[in-house]
């Protein structure tokens, strides 16, 4: 395990809320219980369970919700989750989160996200890439390669792009304000929009114009895609050659053929598909299948507070099911660097990481 830990990682699906640790959770809804706002008997024994239907983990969502949609709270859970991933060494993290309006904390979308890029900054034990360089900065940047020897102490650096979700519950207007806003925080390090939320809640159709118009305007789209059997939705979103899909865990026959020929990358997030029974077991996991037949796959977390897990974790699973061996394992998680969204820059600097880390391992 501590092989998996040390090796240098590229994380491309982890929902922010999702990815709060438990203690700060519980410490969240301590005060609120204190508050009298909420019950913290009744909050605590949901935070710490263990299994969850899909059903219930949306629920769980409402919760973390209540528990963290404030500026401040913000801020602190995306410095939290940022150093969690760095601690082991994930080199580049596409963290995606759905910018909440909340008239009662006076937060619009902007200044969620404005909170969100706060936690970014705050970050000390780290240094990291966030923001769109200047050749000027990124040159002076280049002095800070990741794990440098900094005053006798190893620094660690992280690269952080952003996607903004769009939650299936919301209208064609509120998704298209997401979009706006991605477009205005390009050079905050917003690369892409992601859809998300409740598999069964809202129609594809309610979406798309607004996805339209981010794929017209540069922007990466990655969709939830096949989390609970939709045949027509499902072709609809391969159809609209999105950059990357997540999960695809009810594909049909069909399904599979055209993401197949179309060669769209998968976010595959073994734990997730387990604890949720989206997928049984892992010895019919359609990872080995996708991986056999070198379709472009990257193991993610999804959510590594909710489902208790991690990277390595998820590679170490990985390792086990399905008898990857380590150098193996190695070239998956450098294969993802081909899957990112940020620039070919940013790229040609991962590159570098993977090919130093891999003469060490020879
Ligand atoms: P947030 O966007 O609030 O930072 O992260 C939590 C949100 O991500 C959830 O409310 C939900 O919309 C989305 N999310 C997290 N995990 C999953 C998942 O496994 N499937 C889907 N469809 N959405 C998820």
């Given at each position: 395990?501590?092989?998996?830990?040390?090796?240098?990682?590229?994380?491309?699906?982890?929902?922010?809320?999702?990815?709060?640790?438990?203690?700060?959770?519980?410490?969240?809804?301590?005060?609120?219980?204190?508050?009298g706002?909420?019950?913290?008997?009744?909050?605590?024994?949901?935070?710490?369970?263990?299994?969850?239907?899909?059903?219930?983990v949306?629920k769980?969502?409402d919760?973390?919700?209540?528990?963290?949609?404030?500026?401040?709270?913000?801020?602190?859970?995306?410095?939290?989750?940022?150093?969690?991933?760095?601690?082991?060494n994930?080199?580049?993290?596409?963290?995606?989160?759905?910018?909440?309006?909340?008239?009662?904390?006076?937060?619009?979308?902007?200044?969620?996200?404005?909170?969100?890029?706060?936690?970014?900054?705050?970050?000390?034990?780290?240094?990291?890439?966030?923001?769109?360089?200047t050749?000027?900065?990124?040159?002076?940047?280049?002095?800070?390669?990741?794990?440098?020897t900094?005053?006798?102490?190893?620094?660690?650096?992280?690269?952080?792009?952003?996607?903004?979700?769009?939650?299936?519950r919301?209208?064609?207007?509120?998704?298209?304000?997401?979009?706006?806003?991605?477009?205005?925080?390009?050079?905050?390090?917003v690369?892409?929009?992601?859809?998300?939320?409740?598999?069964?809640?809202?129609?594809?159709?309610?979406?798309?114009?607004a996805?339209?118009?981010?794929?017209?305007?540069?922007?990466?789209?990655?969709?939830?895609c096949?989390?609970?059997?939709?045949?027509?939705?499902?072709?609809?979103?391969?159809?609209?050659?999105?950059?990357?899909?997540?999960?695809?865990?009810?594909?049909?026959?069909?399904?599979?053929?055209?993401?197949?020929?179309?060669?769209?990358?998968?976010?595959?997030?073994?734990?997730?598909?387990?604890?949720?029974?989206?997928?049984?077991?892992?010895?019919?996991?359609?990872?080995?299948?996708?991986?056999?037949?070198?379709?472009?796959?990257?193991?993610?977390?999804?959510?590594?507070?909710?489902?208790?897990?991690?990277?390595?974790?998820?590679?170490?699973?990985?390792?086990?099911?399905?008898?990857?061996?380590?150098?193996?394992?190695?070239?998956?998680?450098?294969?993802?660097?081909?899957?990112?969204?940020?620039?070919?820059?940013?790229?040609?600097?991962?590159?570098?990481?993977?090919?130093?880390?891999?003469?060490?391992?020879?």
């Amino acid at each position: 395990m501590e092989e998996l830990v040390s090796m240098p990682k590229v994380e491309l699906h982890a929902h922010l809320n999702g990815s709060v640790r438990d203690s700060t959770l519980l410490e969240l809804a301590r005060v609120l219980g204190d508050e009298g706002i909420i019950v913290f008997s009744d909050v605590e024994h949901v935070i710490m369970k263990d299994d969850r239907s899909l059903h219930e983990v949306f629920k769980l969502f409402d919760l973390i919700h209540i528990l963290t949609t404030d500026h401040k709270t913000v801020t602190r859970i995306t410095k939290e989750v940022v150093e969690d991933f760095a601690y082991e060494n994930v080199v580049y993290l596409e963290l995606r989160t759905t910018p909440k309006k909340n008239d009662s904390k006076g937060m619009s979308k902007r200044s969620y996200m404005e909170a969100v890029m706060e936690g970014l900054r705050a970050v000390t034990v780290v240094d990291v890439d966030f923001a769109l360089q200047t050749s000027d900065t990124r040159t002076s940047m280049k002095g800070l390669p990741i794990n440098d020897t900094c005053h006798g102490a190893r620094r660690k650096k992280i690269y952080v792009r952003l996607l903004l979700s769009i939650d299936r519950r919301e209208t064609t207007e509120a998704a298209m304000e997401t979009v706006k806003l991605a477009l205005e925080m390009r050079d905050l390090g917003v690369v892409g929009i992601d859809l998300s939320g409740n598999p069964i809640v809202g129609e594809w159709n309610t979406f798309l114009p607004a996805l339209k118009f981010a794929q017209e305007q540069g922007l990466c789209i990655t969709l939830h895609c096949g989390e609970v059997p939709n045949h027509q939705e499902i072709q609809m979103m391969l159809d609209f050659l999105p950059k990357r899909i997540g999960h695809a865990c009810c594909f049909r026959e069909e399904d599979w053929k055209k993401l197949k020929s179309s060669k769209i990358p998968v976010e595959i997030c073994l734990t997730s598909n387990i604890r949720t029974n989206t997928i049984s077991s892992l010895d019919i996991h359609h990872f080995a299948d996708l991986y056999n037949a070198k379709h472009p796959v990257i193991l993610c977390t999804d959510d590594s507070g909710v489902f208790s897990t991690s990277l390595s974790k998820e590679y170490s699973l990985a390792s086990s099911a399905f008898g990857i061996g380590r150098k193996e394992l190695f070239q998956l998680a450098r294969n993802g660097i081909d899957y990112i969204f940020a620039d070919d820059e940013v790229k040609g600097d991962l590159t570098e990481i993977f090919n130093s880390a891999a003469k060490e391992l020879d």
